[in-house]
């Protein structure tokens, strides 16, 4: 079927084909930015190569090497020392998978946040695409991969995979694919703990189609299926740990649990009140931004599946304790958030586009690494 590109011709495309500008502009940012950081790398006097396993990506890759061999044991006063079995098990067994190939750890990590984030663009352009028209689905592909969070896309990461997953089960929810969508959601659990959100979402949609007595016993299925991921992987770590908050348990390592957003909200008035940190008051500037949009998507007329999952991703990111710095990155995820800009950016010129797009993917791509290399903070 002809489709409309952003240059204003109209061509015939596979549906495949449509995709391709999403993925190529996705892939032209991500090169940006990663050439950012390995130009602050030099700035800073470190090798480039040392930021690329560092943080949360050396916990990944190792479990891709050594599968989760630490022991469960507390530390003083009975607080849990740290323990890889925080970190979910999909992305590390993806990367698993091309070792075992002869492919090093590093290269087969970042090679998975990469494809992961390939398909996750295309998704969203799926997304956009059916909702408001294919212009639309390519903004909201290439304003998530330019997002403040989006260094984490070329890391050894599991953001990318968990968009990916996010995509295309809304996708499937949309055309009533319920069995796919429930899959999808399953394997989301396995990838991270926020992909609750979307748990959430593809099992209120299954109970309205339910309630409408649509698709017979497929949104049954579907919605029962969509939490196992999850739910099972809770359990394993209950098992080893020992108790049935296991892995909630184990977060406090980092000094993470949920919070209600008080430690955001400090932080949130120290950054605007305080003579602090530069990065705290940008981060501050992002949150308060984040906010604004949630309640901006909630003024749009969204599938309620993307209400649910946008709200609940948002509301997960805000309400964590610690990592103040790592906000951006959780609320990379929430692609809803990127709709109502897709509405009117598509409005505008395409050489207006062509102007602000890549001045955006600088100045995100800057900020990702300016907070690697010179703050030493985590993503």
Known sequence: MPQSTLDGTVEPLSPSRQALPAIGLYLLFQLVSFGLLWLMSWKADVSPGRFLDDFDANWFLSVAQHGYDQPVHAGPGGAPAQNSMVFFPLYP???????????????????????????????????????????????????WSI????????????????????????????????????ALALFAGLTRASAGALIA?????????????????RPWAGGLLAPLGLLGYLAYVGIRADRVDGWFWLQNAWQMHFDFG?????????????????????????????????????????????????????????????????????????????????????????????VLLPATAVLSGWYGAYMMTITHLAP
Not at 152 to 173: D, I, K, N, R
Not at 201 to 217: S, Y
């Open 147 to 182: 997002g403040p969070g989006s260094t984490a896309l070329h890391l050894a990461y599991s953001e990318a995979v968990l968009m990916a997953l996010v995509a295309w089960a809304l996708v499937a929810v949309a055309r009533r694919q319920w069995l796919l969508a429930g």
């Open 201 to 217: 979402a593809v099992g209120v949609a299954a109970l309205v189609a339910v309630f409408r007595g649509r698709d017979g016993w």
């Open 262 to 354: 008080v430690f955001t909200w400090i932080q949130v008035k120290e950054g605007l009140t305080s003579d602090h940190s530069s990065w705290i008051t940008v981060t501050a500037l992002i949150v308060l931004i984040a906010v604004a949009l949630q309640l901006w998507t909630w003024t749009t007329r969204l599938p309620l599946p993307w209400q649910i999952y946008g709200t609940l991703t948002v509301v997960i990111a805000l309400c964590s304790s610690n990592y103040f710095q790592s906000r951006a990155r959780f609320l990379l995820p929430a692609f809803v958030l990127t709709v109502p800009l897709a509405l009117v950016l598509a409005r505008l010129s395409n050489r207006a586009l062509a």
């Open 93 to 143: 067994a993806l990367v698993a998978v091309l070792t075992f190939v002869g492919i090093p750890a590093l290269p087969a990590g970042i090679a998975v946040s990469m494809l992961a984030g390939c398909a996750a663009a295309w998704g969203l352009y799926v997304l956009g695409r059916d909702f408001a028209g294919p212009r639309v689905g390519l903004l909201m592909a290439v304003l």
